[in-house]
């Protein structure tokens, strides 16, 4: 550990005016014209997920909200929220509640 310490404390400063090594132009270590489009490609895929994963984060948000209130409609006593008669399960006039007259098939068949 110490000898490694001692061989970075006597290394050599890298020279202080960047240059390139013999044989190299500027245009050979610049990233260029194919370098910027895959760059710009990929910055605008992300804001194309982005987008895309905002609005499915908002569409499940909705539907939970829509879903609770539902089922809070449901739970509601004295019959306000589905034409139920005290908790009975049954509508008001004694018939039986069927998914076809009422509109609701359940989650599976939407």
Same mark, same amino acid.
């Given at each position: 550990?110490?000898? *490694? &310490?001692?061989? %970075?404390? /006597? !290394?050599?400063?890298?020279?202080? =005016?960047?240059? @390139?090594?013999?044989?190299?132009?500027?245009?050979?270590?610049?990233?260029? *014209? &194919?370098?910027? %489009?895959? /760059? !710009?490609?990929?910055?605008?895929? =992300?804001?194309? @997920?982005?987008?895309?994963?905002?609005?499915?984060?908002?569409?499940?948000?909705?539907?939970?909200?829509?879903?609770?209130?539902?089922?809070?409609?449901?739970?509601?006593?004295?019959?306000?929220?589905?034409?139920?008669?005290?908790?009975?399960?049954?509508?008001?006039?004694?018939?039986?509640?069927?998914?076809?007259?009422?509109?609701?098939?359940?989650?599976?068949?939407?």
């Amino acid at each position: 550990m110490h000898s *490694l &310490l001692i061989a %970075l404390a /006597t !290394a050599p400063a890298p020279s202080p =005016t960047p240059s @390139l090594r013999p044989g190299l132009s500027e245009d050979q270590v610049t990233p260029g *014209l &194919l370098g910027f %489009l895959l /760059t !710009a490609f990929i910055v605008v895929l =992300t804001a194309f @997920l982005i987008v895309d994963m905002v609005r499915r984060i908002r569409r499940v948000r909705y539907r939970a909200q829509v879903e609770a209130e539902r089922e809070a409609a449901e739970e509601a006593p004295d019959g306000a929220g589905a034409g139920t008669s005290g908790g009975g399960g049954l509508p008001s006039d004694g018939g039986v509640s069927r998914p076809e007259v009422n509109g609701d098939a359940g989650p599976g068949n939407r």
